[in-house]
């Protein structure tokens, strides 16, 4: 089954950019649908960003819309969420998660493979 491991987050100011990437292993991601979701401290689990197993399709939660752009490279099996304009209301814990989908999109949190979490902290 396939593992998943975030990198690229840490601490930037109100109005940066920081690009989070997903690093898959254990097997190829091209039959995964793949998203990015975030968990602020003493909060739920939120949606951020999904994109379908071919790419063509991409979905945002309101928080991220305008904002944030998820994609994929399945040649380097791994996903990416560019983030800009960065608020101290994004800092959160960002996890990436992939679930098996020949075709088509996942918005809900009923993803069966979840990462570890990268720490995103935006200062004012």
């Known amino acids: 089954q396939v593992q998943l491991v975030e990198s690229g987050g840490g601490l930037v100011q109100t109005g940066d950019s920081l690009r989070l990437s997903c690093l898959a292993s254990g097997e190829s991601i091209r039959t995964y649908a793949l998203g990015w979701f975030r968990q602020a401290p003493g909060k739920g689990r939120k949606f951020v960003a999904a994109?379908?197993?071919?790419?063509?399709?991409?979905s945002y939660g309101d928080s991220a819309k305008g904002r944030f752009t998820i994609s994929r490279d399945n040649a380097k099996n791994t996903l990416y969420l560019q983030m800009t304009s960065l608020k101290p209301e994004d800092t959160a814990v960002y996890y990436c998660a992939a679930h098996p989908l020949l075709d088509g999109i996942v918005t809900s949190d009923h993803y069966k493979h979840w990462g570890q979490g990268t720490q995103v902290t935006v200062g004012s």
């Open positions: 994109i379908s197993t071919i790419g063509g399709t991409r």
